[in-house]
């Protein structure tokens, strides 16, 4: 291997922006393997966080920008993931079958939280990660419905739950264990104990992620999950209006409070965009996703659009990310995926877990 040519290799390899790392190829450490014989470069890259058939369009693009090089005829590229377990809060014990706990959060009701936290689950799914879904909103469980499941959790031996299959996903929810109509009635304590138990005692089959749907406020049965809960990340979801950001932002000091780290701030219902005429209008104000992420020196992981057929899509049990996975509101949504695993991918490893698999590659 000329050294000259190494050089250059990697001199251009950081000059690469790789957007949803927010930083180059070589500052993130994705090169896995570089080798040059001659004239020809092959070089593998691992993103670190699902990728799908973005992989193949950045492999595209990395190979173009190397047989640009001189002295370079031909450079082979692959971009392939892999995922590891990042560090969750001090002496909480791990979830068995989980690499990473996700918590998506919104500190208030009626912000598309769970719709979010849905179509997260799912864009990670599509693009080639193992993934589960938790709904911890015990008094108001949203995701059976979202994703289109009637019935019961059985339990695998007496002890363990066995995981609702929802679009090729595991889930699991208070709702498949209680009559349809039938409230919970619980209090406090009865309510951290149910999310406890469906977490640990559902058996969750090697997940790389776990998205967890948390309830919405910030109060004690919120920030007693929070403690209790080893979350690698949290997201938190607002709307642009004020009224949410005030309380959005309470959301991002428990977390602090907890020391889980926050990777980002969603904005939904960012723009709504008309059924008619398809003009779209920032009708809850504008840029407050983005203020609140400068406020707290984090990133923005998303602005979704308020769309019918969102809640269309949502009241039919095939969220946005299925029911059209080419449309320009699954892209938003892949966008924000992404962006939401590329940050934890930078969080610090857990080094007493196992060495992460290599995940799909593209070419």
């Given amino acids: 291997m000329s050294d000259a040519l190494k050089q250059t290799v990697e ?3 950081g000059r690469f922006h790789e957007p949803y790392l927010d930083t180059d190829l070589i500052s993130a450490r994705t090169v896995r393997t570089l080798d040059i014989k001659g004239d020809r470069v092959t070089l593998e890259l691992d993103l670190g966080f699902p990728c799908g058939d973005y992989g193949q369009t950045l492999a595209e693009q990395v190979r173009t920008m190397l047989e640009a090089v001189s002295g370079i005829e ?11 377990a990042r560090a969750v809060q001090p002496s909480l014990k791990r979830v068995e079958g989980v690499r990473n706990i996700i918590a998506v959060a919104s500190a208030k009701g009626g912000v598309g939280k769970s719709t979010v936290a849905a179509n997260l689950a799912l864009a990670l799914k599509a693009d080639g990660a193992s993934v589960g879904l938790l709904d911890a909103d015990i008094y108001g469980p949203s995701q059976p419905r979202l994703m289109g499941i009637e019935g019961r959790a059985q339990a695998k031996d007496g002890k363990t739950l066995l995981p609702m299959q ?5 889930t699991m929810s208070i709702g498949y264990l209680i009559e349809k109509d039938s409230p919970a009635i619980l209090r406090g304590p009865m309510v951290t104990s149910a999310l406890q138990q469906m ?5 969750w089959d090697d997940l790389d992620y776990l998205i967890i749907d948390l309830p919405p406020g910030t109060g004690d049965i919120q920030l ?4 209790k ?5 949290a997201v938190v979801v607002t709307t642009p209006q004020d009224l949410a950001l005030i309380d959005a932002r309470k959301g991002v000091e428990m977390f602090k409070k907890v020391n889980v780290p926050v990777l980002g701030i969603v904005e939904n219902m960012s723009t709504h965009i008309c059924s008619n005429c398809g003009h779209e209008e920032a009708i809850f104000g504008a840029h407050g996703g983005q203020t609140l992420a400068d406020e707290y020196d984090v990133g923005l992981l998303g602005e979704l659009p308020l769309d019918i057929s969102i809640r269309e899509n949502a009241d039919a049990g095939h969220p946005s990310v299925v029911a059209d996975p080419q449309g320009n509101i699954a892209s938003a949504y892949f966008d924000m995926s992404r962006r939401t695993a590329a940050r934890l ?8 877990s196992k060495f992460p698999n290599i995940k799909v590659e593209s070419t």
Avoid at 199 to 203: I, Y
Avoid at 229 to 233: I, Y
Avoid at 345 to 352: L, M, V
């Fill in 229 to 233: 809960v080893p979350v690698s990340g």
């Fill in 11 to 13: 001199t251009e390899l």
């Fill in 199 to 203: 977490l640990f005692q559902t058996a």
């Fill in 345 to 352: 991918s930078q969080q610090k490893k857990d080094y007493a």
């Fill in 74 to 84: 031909r450079a082979d590229v692959t971009v392939g993931f892999s995922v590891a």
């Fill in 166 to 170: 929802a679009h090729g996903m595991q």
């Fill in 224 to 227: 007693t999950l929070a403690q």
